[in-house]
């Protein structure tokens, strides 16, 4: 396996323990592995603290150091990109380190969905609330989703109230504060307020370039000041997306052998910085992707649930809703007639993927730059 397929079959092997459970290790009683696996890079070491994230850092700070003591729930909310995944994964590092003892479960609020609607079907209701409400830190990110879905709001309002009365630790993140939450149930929304509510904020121009700074170092990058700030002025409000600007500059000058430089950097950014002469589609979202994975369009759209089809459905659902204004139904609709639970499991899915997956990072932005050349046709 060589070239394309080479890296493909990386982005496959790393997600299949997450997209393919059943092929990872058996599920034990014990406990779910899917809802234990932080990310790893995601620590407070690497966490850059600004003026736009003080607050937030701080408290998770102090979660961290004493579960269930300080802010219970804690409830962090901001925009995509902002940070709000690394801080929840770094309360969960310090304390499996601190505390080992502890049971950490991490979750997105549609892998709970999942979770429920499959126990219902295999009839296992009571080892999925045994499940939930014997962990003694819950991290459910995305709480957002749960709006308008009344089963799954009324298991968790259970698991919730369980939790909270034996003293352990809630961890949620949202991209709105609990009373914008449209269709979320009162006696949630009032739960999610019971604890400390602590916002994320776009970072300003020198947390963004410390930031850069930072994931260079990390990554083993010989980034100058002047390109970081460069990097910096490109975006305002989403630190992935200035993440995903240095991981493409670090791969091209790898592959070009080159010492990174301002000329080198508009020269490698400048195909996904230029403006475009046509809006982006889901049918041409469905062709870059069938082409960047060797596949052909009716593989997308099918039923097939191997791997190799799976994965690029899922980045193209995701491209589909990043990249357009879609809804999950509507997105639903034009891979081949799926719910819109299959298409938010994707998008979350490749979402948080995304954000510590370097093999994953690079595919999507090929496939970004591919989607710019048939936008222009």
């Not at 966490?47 to 150091?65: E, I, K, M, P, T």
């Not at 709001?153 to 630790?169: D, G, I, P, S, V």
């Not at 204004?325 to 899915?349: E, K, M, N, Q």
Request: aromatic share 8%; with cysteine.
């Amino acid at each position: 396996m060589t070239g394309r397929n080479s890296q493909n079959g990386a982005i496959f092997a790393e997600q299949q323990g997450e997209l393919f459970p059943e092929a990872t290790q058996p599920v034990t009683r014990q406990r779910s592995p899917r809802w234990a696996q932080l990310l790893p890079r995601f620590t407070f070491e690497t966490f850059v603290v600004g003026a736009s994230n003080q607050f937030a850092h701080a408290a998770a700070r102090a979660v961290a150091g004493r579960p269930a003591k300080h802010y219970n729930p804690l409830f962090v909310y901001g925009g995509v990109g902002l940070g709000k995944t690394h801080l929840v994964n770094a309360i969960g590092h310090h304390i499996q380190r601190s505390q080992p003892q502890l049971q950490v479960a991490y979750l997105a609020a549609e892998e709970f969905t999942t979770e429920l609607i499959n126990s219902l079907r295999k009839e296992r209701m009571e080892a999925f609330r045994s499940a939930c409400r014997r962990v003694d830190v819950l991290i459910l990110e995305d709480v957002q989703f749960l709006a308008g879905r009344e089963r799954t709001q009324e298991e968790f309002f259970h698991t919730f109230n369980a939790l909270y009365a034996n003293h352990r630790q809630i961890i949620l993140t949202s991209d709105k504060v609990p009373r914008e939450i449209a269709g979320l149930e009162e006696r949630l929304r009032n739960r999610f307020e019971w604890g400390l509510i602590a916002d994320v904020q776009p970072p300003d121009m020198e947390t963004r370039v410390a930031i850069l700074e930072r994931k260079a170092e990390l990554d083993g990058l010989r980034l100058p000041r002047e390109v970081a700030m460069y990097l910096a002025s490109l975006v305002q409000t989403n630190v992935r997306e200035l993440e995903g600007y240095l991981t493409r500059l670090g791969l091209y000058a790898s592959i070009r052998n080159r010492p990174i430089t301002l000329d080198f950097a508009e020269e490698v950014l400048s195909p996904v910085l230029a403006p475009r002469t046509a809006d982006v589609t889901v049918e041409k979202i469905q062709a870059a992707v069938a082409h960047h994975f060797s596949l052909r369009l009716a593989d997308l759209l099918s039923r097939s649930r191997a791997r190799e089809v799976v994965v690029p459905r899922q980045i193209a659902m995701f491209l589909t809703r990043e990249l357009t204004s879609a809804s999950f139904p509507a997105i639903g609709d034009a891979f081949g007639g799926r719910d819109h639970s299959t298409v938010i499991h994707a998008y979350t899915l490749i979402k948080r993927r995304a954000a510590c997956d370097e093999n994953l990072q690079r595919a999507i932005s090929k496939i970004t730059d591919e989607l710019r050349q048939y936008a222009n046709k």
